[in-house]
Nanobody, 118 residues
Framework: QVQLVESGGGLVQPGGSLRLSCAASVSIFSFYTMGWYRQAPGKQRELVAT???????NYADSVRGRFTISRDNAKNTVYLQMNSLKPEDTAVYSC????????????WGQGTQVTVSS
């Protein structure tokens, strides 16, 4: 059973920063693409950022230049550094691990709340 545990969410003022962490219970060194997704109230879940096992990252247009995704495979952890936060960034942020070899599966954490408000 693969478990993902997010941490680092909280309440922050506009313009502030947070770093989210996602710790995996198994090695993510070779066989997983990792990602962060978010879901605001009344909205569909959307992709925020992904990073491959080789370190190639992509971002949603809304966060590009402000957020940085990274991974530490030795620690089985993926991070999301969020800078210049805006109220529209408020959402539940969830970590995703997508297995890229058979059996292909996606794993999800429970999510962590990020609230950007003054």
């Amino acid at each position: 059973q693969v478990q993902l545990v997010e941490s680092g969410g909280g309440l922050v003022q506009p313009g502030g920063s947070l770093r989210l962490s996602c710790a995996a219970s198994v090695s993510i060194f070779s066989f997983y693409t990792m990602g962060w997704y978010r879901q605001a109230p009344g909205k569909q879940r959307e992709l925020v950022a992904t990073i491959t096992s080789g370190g190639s990252a992509n971002y949603a247009d809304s966060v590009r230049g402000r957020f940085t995704i990274s991974r530490d495979n030795a620690k089985n952890t993926v991070y999301l550094q969020m800078n210049s936060l805006k109220p529209e960034d408020t959402a539940v942020y969830s970590c995703n691990a997508e297995r890229i070899i058979s059996p292909r599966r996606s794993y999800w954490g429970q999510g962590t709340q990020v609230t950007v408000s003054s």
